[in-house]
């Protein structure tokens, strides 16, 4: 970064710089599309000069959170951005380039970190309760102890509800990657063949309980390679009509798993927002819209109902 920019960068200059950055990390060609691409919206906005149709220098100093939500409300208004969905978009983009620029140095203060998300724009994921999870897994235990001896919804549940991985995350494991350490501590590696997606790649902790029902799996179907003989289609068959119904639960996904799991990480607070990024395998803009609905489903006010949006 050049020392003749200093203090006194110019956001064009800043996005100039947010690039290079960009450039340097493991992301997707879409995400740093996005990213650029709604920094440059904004930019263009904030610097046009309405009598004149020309646009001049904003430095980034003067930029503060009414700049952002003025240039939100236009796009919403103005029908710019064609859906709630893209202008939660933009405003992600925007709290990334900006909390680099405050990371890297060049501001004091974040200007994106006061703006809130518009509760409705997204609808907010299922989750479960601690009474609940306890009651799925006593519920697929049941199943895995039945005359089939069906283990794979009790392996599934076990390693997203410690993990948080996605479906298709769980669904590549092989028994080769299922990791027992010299001291007892076990873990699973989660890993892409895309290069572009390596980046996803990582290790993961599963507690004891959770590696003995790995290596019954194991045992029960001979797995020599992948972990899982079926598809995803078929596990979420047996997670709504073998083990929900044991619960007294009417639904059970990967999905509603992977956000209990986040949502216990979130409140007990151990992770720091880097180490929770990693191991859920998201990009920077992924996190922050992750990071952004943990927040709204941990807030005292929320009930625990999806449909419960509050602000």
């Known amino acids: 970064m050049g020392k003749s920019m200093g203090k006194n960068l110019k956001l064009d200059e800043g996005i100039t710089e947010f690039e290079k950055h960009l450039a340097r990390r493991p992301l997707s060609d879409n995400t740093r599309k996005a990213f650029l691409g709604d920094a440059r919206i904004f930019a263009r906005f904030l610097q046009s000069d309405p009598g004149t149709g020309s646009e001049q220098p904003v430095s980034l100093t003067s930029i503060n959170a009414e700049h952002i939500k003025a240039f939100l409300t236009h796009q919403e208004r103005s029908g710019i951005a064609n859906s709630p969905k893209s202008i939660e978009r933009r405003l992600?983009?925007?709290?990334?380039?900006?909390?680099?620029?405050?990371?890297?140095?060049?501001?004091?203060?974040?200007?994106?970190d006061g703006v809130a998300y518009k509760p409705f724009l997204d609808p907010l994921p299922e989750y479960l309760t601690d009474e609940q999870a306890d009651a799925i897994i006593k519920a697929a235990h049941q199943v895995a102890a039945g005359d089939r001896l069906e283990m794979r919804p009790l392996t599934a549940i076990m390693l997203v509800l410690e993990t948080g991985i996605k479906k298709g995350e769980c669904l590549a494991l092989t028994v080769s990657d299922v990791e027992r350490g010299e001291t007892g501590a076990a873990s699973v590696w989660i890993r892409y063949e895309k290069r572009h997606l390596q980046f996803k790649d990582r290790k993961l902790p599963i507690s004891d309980e959770c590696?003995?029902?790995?290596?019954?799996?194991?045992?029960?179907?001979?797995?020599?390679?992948?972990?899982?003989?079926?598809?995803?289609?078929?596990?979420?068959?047996?997670?709504?009509?073998?083990?929900?119904?044991?619960?007294?639960?009417?639904?059970?996904?990967?999905?509603?798993?992977?956000?209990t799991c986040a949502v216990r990480d979130y409140r007990a607070g151990a992770l720091s927002s880097n180490q929770l990024q990693v191991k859920y395998g998201l990009s920077p803009i992924g996190w922050t819209e992750m990071e952004a609905k943990l927040a709204r489903l941990t807030h005292p006010a929320y009930n625990g109902t999806v449909n419960n949006e509050t602000d």
């Open 92 to 112: 992600t983009s925007l709290k990334v380039f900006f909390r680099w620029v405050h990371e890297a140095g060049y501001l004091a203060h974040d200007p994106a």
């Open 211 to 259: 590696l003995q029902v790995v290596d019954s799996h194991i045992e029960r179907y001979e797995s020599k390679g992948m972990l899982f003989d079926c598809t995803g289609r078929n596990l979420e068959y047996m997670f709504n009509r073998k083990v929900a119904p044991l619960a007294d639960l009417e639904a059970l996904t990967f999905e509603m798993l992977r956000w």
